[in-house]
């Protein structure tokens, strides 16, 4: 078993330990071995939850969780990572994006359909995939019949609409007249296509330059309040009735057989099945992550802007609490939706969000700073690290990075170094050290090449002056 996240998602029985999770965290995010174990468990009750008897399954909720930590020490990465590893919906909010009803601005029900979107990109994408062969056969045959007109089979129905609907939304769409039943096509005909598919298939023909009809999705001329938000989009209601506006493009087979490949997986799915899995999948294994939920925290006896957050909140806590909400794909439950709030609470503090809020978040854990024992491992350690990044990215301009121990422990220091002497921003931090110390080897890579040495003094050589210079490198880094 290579990927344990592939055996999970195609095999629904098969749920995953809390350890089997942790492990899978563990080679993205290092440290915080409280917050796994919480999503991890948080997760495993959800498979668990799937396996009790239906009465009462409805009533097992997701007990959400507060991550409370600086910035940089890998809140949003956790939960992120543990909607990938299981194929769920996810989103990420902030908490400061969002209004009181009745102030301009997004309102909060706006992140349940932003689930509900992501579901549906997803589902739509997993269909795809799954009628990707049988696509591509067809389109492969749109092709030759574009480069062998003469082997096309007789013409097809046209839409009986299209001729009175196309000069009222501005299509050219002409009224074709009816075909009479093709004949079986000749060996000869036969012989041709055969060996043109057997052409395209090899990619003789991928540099070709032909020119196509591309269907357009119809416009509808009006504008009608708020169907963003829920009732639906009159482009897909009505569908098949509009007619369909074509505009021809000169392309390349290759790019030819893409486009037509999409097209044609587009006809092959079935979207309002997509919209209702899409719908059920959110709402069962749907995450949604608020960030900075500490800054819309306010004080209490407070009044000016306090008083807007406590708005934000009193908005939240129906979503968060389980309500129905309206889209543009259908009716979403929230009820059974897991929400993972986070905040650095440096000023504020997790009992300044209004009671009601602060029980619909039981579980709570603090992520810890990061030291830089931990920035040398994140430079070195995880599948994503950020060493093996560079040396990758400059890999391809032929240009070879060697990073010696000691240069990882220095560039350890320095950022560790560079934190406490201003903001704290945790692993971000690595990013900036890194990025100005190669500096100059990703500007001369094209035209150098060639093997650099990252050593110890190499590391202090290009950084030193800076870390040293308080203000210096509170500008810099």
Do not use: C, W
């Amino acid at each position: 078993m290579n990927d344990t996240a592939t055996l999970h998602r195609s095999d629904p029985q098969t749920g995953l330990t809390p350890r089997q999770i942790v492990a899978e965290l563990d080679k993205y995010i290092v440290g915080q071995a409280k917050a796994k174990r919480a999503v991890a468990v948080a997760l495993r009750n959800r498979y668990r939850r799937g396996k009790v008897r239906a009465d009462l399954r409805e009533e097992i909720t997701p007990k959400n969780i507060l991550m409370i930590g600086p910035t940089g020490v890998g809140k949003t990465e956790i939960a992120r990572r543990l909607a990938t590893l299981v194929g769920a919906p996810f989103v990420k909010v902030e908490a400061t994006k969002y209004t009181e009803v009745g102030y301009v601005g997004r309102d909060v029900e706006s992140m349940v359909r932003d689930l509900v979107e992501q579901a549906v990109r997803m589902l739509a994408d997993e269909r795809r995939e799954e009628v990707k062969e049988l696509a591509d056969r067809h389109a492969v045959e749109r092709i030759i019949d574009v480069l062998y007109p003469e082997t096309r089979a007789a013409g097809q129905g046209t839409n009986p609409f299209a001729a009175t609907l196309g000069s009222i939304f501005g299509n050219n769409a002409q009224p074709q007249q009816p075909v009479s039943p093709a004949s079986p096509p000749s060996s000869e005909t036969q012989s041709v296509r055969e060996q043109a598919r057997a052409e395209i298939e090899r990619g003789f023909y991928d540099v070709r330059l032909i020119e196509i009809e591309v269907e357009e999705t119809p416009s509808m001329p009006i504008g009608v309040m708020g169907f963003d938000q829920g009732g639906g989009d009159l482009g897909e209601m009505l569908g098949g009735i509009l007619p369909k506006k074509k505009s021809k493009k000169r392309v390349t087979v290759a790019e030819a057989r893409r486009i037509f490949t999409q097209e044609e997986a587009g006809k092959l799915i079935d979207m309002d099945a997509v919209k209702r899995e899409a719908i059920r999948r959110a709402g069962e294994d749907g995450i949604i992550f608020i960030d900075e939920i500490d800054k819309v925290a306010g004080r209490q006896g407070a009044g000016g802007p306090d008083v807007s957050r406590e708005g934000v909140q009193r908005d939240i806590l129906p979503i968060v609490e389980g309500s129905t909400v309206t889209t543009k794909h259908g009716t979403i439950k929230t009820d059974h939706v897991l929400f993972i709030a986070a905040g650095a609470f440096h000023v504020s503090k997790p009992s300044d969000l209004i009671p009601e809020l602060q029980g619909r978040f039981p579980i709570r854990v603090e992520l810890d700073s990061l030291t830089a024992e931990d920035f040398k491992t994140i430079l070195t350690q995880p599948k994503n690290a950020l060493v093996e990044q560079y040396k990758s990215l400059l890999a391809t301009e032929n240009v070879t990075l060697d990073f010696r121990d000691d240069a990882i422990d220095q560039l350890a220091r320095f950022a560790m170094q560079v934190n406490e002497t201003s903001e704290n921003i945790g692993a971000r931090r690595l990013h900036t050290v890194l990025e100005k110390l190669l500096e100059d080897v990703s500007y001369r890579a094209p035209e150098e090449g060639g093997t650099i040495v990252v050593d110890a003094a190499y590391v202090r050589e290009r950084l030193a002056d800076i870390v040293e210079n308080a203000d210096l490198s509170s500008y810099i880094l």
